[in-house]
């Protein structure tokens, strides 16, 4: 599991490779952890994001519930059919913008 | 209230019906009869009447030749007129019937005896004869009619009937010329004929009581008729006063009157009266009878048909009953073959023919958790009380089954169920398996049943210990029995109505019949279950030959021959990082057979963040413990068993997160489990033998 973060003006892309299971989870929330103190809108690319337990979906959440108040939105990009299926189950399809 | 129903309206029309008919018929017979009467009673007056007439006429006839016989002694004597006293005594004493007798001489016959002159003869009552010489200045009988009319016409004259004397008799005069030598009339010879007696010769014997004959003379006047002193003297006027018409024709309704004319003179009338009622009275009385004997009979047959109206009534509704019963049987059949198994896969396979519409017996089997559960039962007796112990014991045993695994507790609570107001002593014979259908490992408790057989090469029986029934003691124990099945083994459990199955000569099948067939099978080409249960009820039929099927016959086989088996296993610590080694491990499993990766990410997912939960909760307080991971797959389903020795806890008894929440209200936790169940066909928890287990099972075809 690799995080790769690229700031612009007025948007943080993280980009995840690999496989976000519980035992990545750790590293991963460390990782993405100054996403949200940007200020900016986030985007999370998942083109190469394999594999996502509920951990991985709690980073999420805890990101976007950081970002909400700023007005700022989380993107979920490039999801494949096995995390859209998680995503779907979870409802947190509905929390994020998915492109 | 009486009702008037149909049934009722149509009872009494027919008896109504019947009574007309009777009624009917009486009267026309009766009309016959009455004709028939009528004819005889014409017939038979007339032999009466004419043996009458005869009887008088030859009265009359005799009384007229004792007179002629007399005639030559008179006609010899007339030269002495002294002699004619003597004649007219011999005439008189001649015959029975004259009362007196005289010889009128015509005027001056004799002139020494003066111009007239009568010697008369009396009869007296003591029978002697008192002799005088009548005529005088007062008597003179040339001015009587009968002396005219004989003078006249010189030939024999009756007279009209008259009442005369002290006895007041009636007399009837019979007057004839008396020719002399030189052929000139010399006197008239008047004899007095008592006819009293004729009365009482006509009336001696009459047909009917009230009958009565008359003797009359043409004109109407009676000559003789019955006494006086009978007691229906007052319709003899009345008849003799209507004949003579002083009375009119209706006067004499009621009476039967036949006349008829003497043949000879004085042209008399015999007149025979016979009283209607009297003449009837025999055919009345006989209609009486009769009458009553119809309504007797119309009482029985009216009596008859309530009964048999009532009989029919009741046998309707009998049969109304039975059709009911019949009908509802035929429902409780119906729902008691739905709730048994009718699709089969492959390694299961039963049948229930009940011996009655319905039945005692029961077998079902269900897939849980990657484990066959199967039961076979039988409740002592057939018919309804036992199906609906029957069915109360099959939904007992689904219930109770969904969350229990163990046969031996399946069994316990089964029980206390069914003892639980079992005041009707009924039990029931009952065998619960459970098969994994991955290790072949067979646990299974027996309450009273017949030990199944065990087919592999060869045939055996399963060692089972035979526990109390079902129904007979609340804390009976039930014996867990395990074993491991080798690959391809078969089990076949049934009940008594196939060993106990008879011929007509009431001898059982019995387990020969029953291995006997069992072998014929196992060297058969057709090796499926479908085939051995169809085969056992055939020759169970076949055997029975026609005899009427004795107890409920059921069957059912179970078999552990997995093909396309995939097993592995891990165990792992109570750390989170040894997800790292679970997803190896997953990974490489999936990857020994064909399985679609979405599919595969999805259950790698359930089976991690069902260890994690493991790991989080199962141990708390940092205690360390294991956990192992069993994967099984037979081609078509995959079933991951996860184990642990911690402390109890269900993670299937959480209630999910609400997944519509906004990001605001969602909390970070519980959506592991919620992941394991949408990803997963199934997940159970059950907790043995101080283990937790836990069992997410996945179709993948």
Redesign the interface.
């Known amino acids: 599991m690799t995080t790769s973060i690229l700031e612009t003006s007025d948007q943080v892309i993280a980009k995840l490779s690999g ?1 976000l ?3 990545a989870a750790p590293l991963a929330e460390q990782s993405l952890q100054p996403l949200a103190d940007k200020g900016k809108d986030i985007v999370i690319d998942c083109s190469e994001l ?6 991985g ?2 980073i999420f ?2 990101i ?2 950081q970002a ?1 108040p700023f007005g700022k939105q989380v993107v979920l990009k490039n999801v494949n ?2 995390i859209r ?2 995503l779907e ?3 947190f399809i ?2 994020f913008v998915i492109e | 209230m009486v009702s008037f129903d149909r049934s009722r309206i149509f009872r009494v029309g027919i008896v109504v019906i019947a009574a007309i008919l009777v009624e009917v018929i009486s009267i026309m017979q009766y009309e016959r009869i009455r004709k028939m009467i009528l004819e005889e009673e014409d017939i038979r007056n007339n032999v009466v009447m004419g043996a009458m007439a005869h009887e008088v006429e030859h009265l009359l006839d005799l009384t007229e030749a004792t007179m002629y016989e007399n005639l030559w002694e008179v006609q010899r004597c007339l030269a002495h007129p002294d002699s004619m006293f003597s004649a007219v005594v011999h005439v008189v004493d001649d015959n029975p019937y004259v009362v007196g007798g005289s010889l009128a001489f015509v005027p001056d016959y004799y002139p020494a005896k003066g111009r007239l002159f009568e010697p008369y003869a009396s009869k007296k009552a003591d029978g002697s004869i008192v002799v005088s010489q009548l005529a005088g200045p007062e008597h003179d009988y040339t001015q009587s009619s009968f002396f005219k009319k004989v003078l006249e016409t010189e030939e024999e004259f009756w007279s009209n009937p008259y009442r005369f004397g002290p006895d007041s008799l009636s007399l009837v005069t019979f007057s004839y010329p008396i020719i002399n030598q030189a052929g000139r009339l010399a006197a008239v010879c008047g004899l007095d004929i008592d006819l009293s007696w004729l009365g009482d010769t006509l009336n001696a014997r009459q047909p009917y009581p009230s009958s009565f004959g008359l003797l009359l003379t043409r004109e109407g006047t009676l000559v003789a008729g019955p006494p006086e002193t009978r007691t229906n003297y007052a319709e003899v006027k009345t008849v003799l006063a209507s004949v003579n018409g002083e009375l009119p024709e209706r006067a004499i309704r009621g009476f039967f009157i036949n006349r008829t004319q003497l043949s000879r003179e004085p042209s008399w009338q015999l007149v025979q009266v016979n009283r209607t009622d009297e003449v009837f009275a025999r055919i009345r009385r006989q209609r009486r009878q009769q009458m009553l004997f119809i309504l007797l009979g119309l009482a029985i047959l009216a009596f008859m048909i309530n009964l048999y109206a009532r009989n029919e009534k009741k046998l309707q509704r009998a049969s109304e009953e039975q059709a009911r019963m019949g009908g509802e049987l035929a429902v409780a059949r119906r729902i008691q073959q739905e709730m048994l198994p009718k699709t089969f896969p492959a390694f299961v396979n039963g049948s229930l023919e009940p011996a009655r519409e319905v039945g005692g017996d029961l077998f079902d089997y269900f897939i849980r958790d990657g484990k066959l559960f199967f039961c076979i039962g039988d409740v002592s007796g057939k018919g309804v009380p036992s199906a609906m112990l029957m069915s109360v014991a099959h939904s007992l045993f689904r219930m109770v089954s969904q969350k229990e695994e163990s046969p031996s507790r399946i069994l316990t609570l089964l029980n206390r169920e069914l003892c639980r107001g079992n005041d009707s002593n009924m039990f029931m014979t009952f065998f619960v398996g459970c098969l994994d259908l991955y290790s072949g490992v067979l646990s299974f408790g027996n309450a009273g049943h017949d030990k199944p057989y065990v087919l592999t090469d060869q045939i055996t029986r399963l060692p089972s210990k035979a526990n109390l029934p079902l129904g007979v003691f609340p804390n009976t124990h039930f014996e867990e029995q395990t074993c491991k099945l080798a690959h391809g083994t078969t089990l076949l459990l049934y009940t008594d109505g196939l060993t106990e199955a008879k011929n007509a000569a009431k001898q059982p099948f019995g387990r020969t019949g029953v291995q006997a067939v069992l072998k014929d099978f196992l060297s058969g080409q057709d090796q499926s279950l479908g085939r051995l249960v169809h085969t056992l009820s055939s020759a169970t039929h076949s055997f029975a030959a026609g005899a009427p099927q004795s107890d409920d016959l059921t069957m059912l086989a179970v078999r552990f021959a997995p093909e396309k088996l995939v097993r592995d296993q891990i165990t792992l610590k109570n750390q ?2 040894e ?2 080694r679970l ?1 190896t491990f997953i990974k490489d499993y999936f990857a020994r057979f064909p399985i679609e ?2 599919l595969a ?2 259950m ?2 359930a089976l ?2 069902t260890v ?1 939960n493991v790991i989080d909760y199962a141990y708390p307080g940092g205690a360390e413990g294991s956990l192992s991971v069993f994967a099984d797959s037979n081609g078509e389903e995959i079933r991951f068993t996860v184990m642990d020795n911690g402390i109890p806890f269900d993670p299937t008894a959480y209630l999910e997160p609400d ?6 209200n ?1 909390p ?2 519980g ?2 489990i ?2 394991s169940r ?2 997963m066909d199934s997940i159970s928890y059950s907790r043995r033998n101080g283990q937790n287990v836990l069992y997410l099972t996945k179709s993948i075809i």
Request: glycine share 10%; proline share 0%.
């Open positions: 496989e299971d519980t035992a394999e594999y996502i337990s509920s951990s979906l709690r959440l805890s976007l519930k909400q059919d096995v299926d998680v189950i979870s409802g509905s929390l | 989170l990082s997800v790292n997803s990766g979405r990410a999805g790698r997912l991690e963040e994690v997944t519509t929440l906004d990001a605001r969602r970070i936790g959506l592991g919620l992941l949408k990803l």
